[in-house]
Structures are given as C-alpha cells and as structure tokens.
C-alpha cells in the first residue's frame, strides 16, 4: 500500500502540471479539468516520488507534475504492476493499468536538463473505472483478484 503526495493537473497537453492537492477522478474521463482526460486508455497518469527522486539525486530541482504526472505515489512500485491491475485510490475511486511508459515524441524540458526523463520509462496510465474524489495523503491500493 502506498499513498498520494500530488494531484496535478495542467490546461494544456506538454505542460508541466501543478499540484491542485487534490480533484475528482471521472470514470471513462480521467482527472477532471486535465487536459489529458478523455475517453482513451491513458486517462491519467501515475508516476512515483522515488522516480521523482532519481531525477533530484541527478541534480535537478524537480517536484510531483513537473513530469506532467496526474498522482504523484510514494510506496507503491508502479512500473511492476502489469496492465490489467486495478489501483484504488482514495476511498470510492478505482482505475486499470493500461500501459507502461510512454514513448516521447518531443523532448521535454527535463529531458534537455538532465539527458534523461523517468516518465517515459517509470510512468503507468491507468483509465478510470470508478469515480471518487481524490486527494494528498489518500490511500493507493493494488486490488488482488
């Protein structure tokens, strides 16, 4: 079990995100008032702080969204959770894994900084399943089945 420490959320595809510290996940959609949210299989997106971390100890100052991530985790190992898993976030809201990565089609910021980007390789999209609220500090569950 590991929990949230941002929310982000961004207006526009390619920016970095900010953290709302919180919002409401809309099955179908995605994170409401993101410019990501659609009918797709990458309605949000899910990056961990320890991967967030790696890019700090490289020298960067970086933050949750900067990657443009949805939820920001600490204590869950996403990129080990095969496509299919469920995650329930919060109390009421639950998603699917529906892909690993990503491949960039144009070069971030961070990765002009630091030569490399962990969204790419350590970030997971999962399509909402379940609406609910939520929020910093909630729960993040992998569902066994």
Aim: with cysteine; glycine share 14%; hydrophobic share 40%.
């Amino acid at each position: 079990m590991g929990y949230v420490v941002a929310v982000c959320t961004s207006p526009k595809k390619g920016m970095r995100k900010k953290n709302a510290g919180s919002g409401r996940l809309v099955a179908g959609h995605g994170l409401e008032g993101d410019a990501h949210a659609g009918p797709w299989h990458r309605q949000v997106s899910l990056l961990a702080l320890e991967s967030v971390q790696k890019m700090r100890d490289a020298g960067l100052d970086v933050n949750p969204g900067d990657f443009a991530e949805n939820i920001t985790t600490v204590g869950v190992n996403l990129v080990t959770l095969p496509i299919g898993t469920k995650i329930a976030i919060g109390r009421e809201a639950l998603g699917e894994v529906t892909q690993i990565g990503k491949e960039c089609h144009t070069r971030c910021a961070i990765y002009h900084q630091a030569g490399d980007c962990v969204m790419p390789k350590e970030g997971i999209f999962i399509k909402v399943l379940k609406d609910g609220l939520v929020k910093v500090g909630d729960e993040v569950r992998v569902i066994d089945e």
